[in-house]
């Protein structure tokens, strides 16, 4: 009996524990979502993300592409132009192509630049790089119809772009939290502004190299193929 009353507490503590994660892990969603201004791309990321949080309490096994799915089916029942939407369908596509193609490009990367280069290249290259690849295999149909350009310098401006985003976007949240401290806002957001000022130069800088976007176009199905 004492036994089982101890493991009865241990299991209460345990499924408390996960209900105050999740709660915590909510509030910063909302939070963030607020912060961002609530784009598409970013709450179909929060359904997905809530959607494994419920598998996490129901003590199941959470799959990102039945979340994905499920987000998508929640976005066309409330709003029928999400179907219609073009940012909405590049997120959705970069998503899927991320879930299905990461897991095969990162080994073959690795396996390729062991190759060529005869060393392997650390995984802060090969992470962005093998997600950039992914997402533009099932984005270019619709970029290429709709925007009528290949961009063939992606993938560089990608490796670029997301350590220097991410940065960016981790100082707001910090700038936020501190706010309440004399100044502390003011200088993070010199800071910001100093890091999105070099990125947009770098991003300037990408685009004068020749031949770094090319015409292109095309129905999206014969793209796709």
Not at 154 to 168: D, E, K, Y
Request: overall charge positive.
């Amino acid at each position: 009996m004492h036994t089982s009353r101890s493991n009865g507490q241990l299991y209460n503590f345990h499924i408390g524990y996960i209900f105050y994660h999740i709660l915590s892990t909510l509030r910063a969603l909302l939070i963030y979502l607020i912060l961002v201004g609530l784009p598409l791309s970013c709450l179909r990321a929060a359904i997905m993300a809530i959607l494994g949080l419920l598998a996490l309490f129901a003590r199941r096994r959470s799959s990102a592409l039945s979340a994905l799915g499920v987000a998508i089916m929640i976005f066309i029942a409330s709003d029928p132009t999400c179907a219609t939407s073009l940012s909405f369908a590049l997120s959705c596509l970069a998503t899927l192509g991320i879930l299905l193609f990461v897991p095969l490009l990162k080994p073959w990367l690795t396996f390729l630049a062991t190759r060529l280069l005869h060393r392997s290249l650390p995984g802060a290259l090969i992470d962005p790089l093998s997600m950039t690849l992914a997402a533009t295999l099932l984005t270019i149909p619709i970029s290429i119809t709709t925007f009528a350009q290949f961009p063939l310098i992606a993938p560089l401006s990608n490796i670029i772009a997301t350590p220097v985003l991410t940065l960016i976007c981790s100082l707001g949240v910090v700038g936020v939290l501190l706010s309440w401290i004399p100044g502390t806002a003011f200088l993070i957001g010199l800071c910001m502004s100093a890091l999105a000022e070099a990125f947009a130069a770098t991003v300037r800088m990408i685009q004068l190299i020749p031949y770094s976007c090319i015409p292109c176009d095309g129905d999206a199905l014969v793209v796709g193929i």
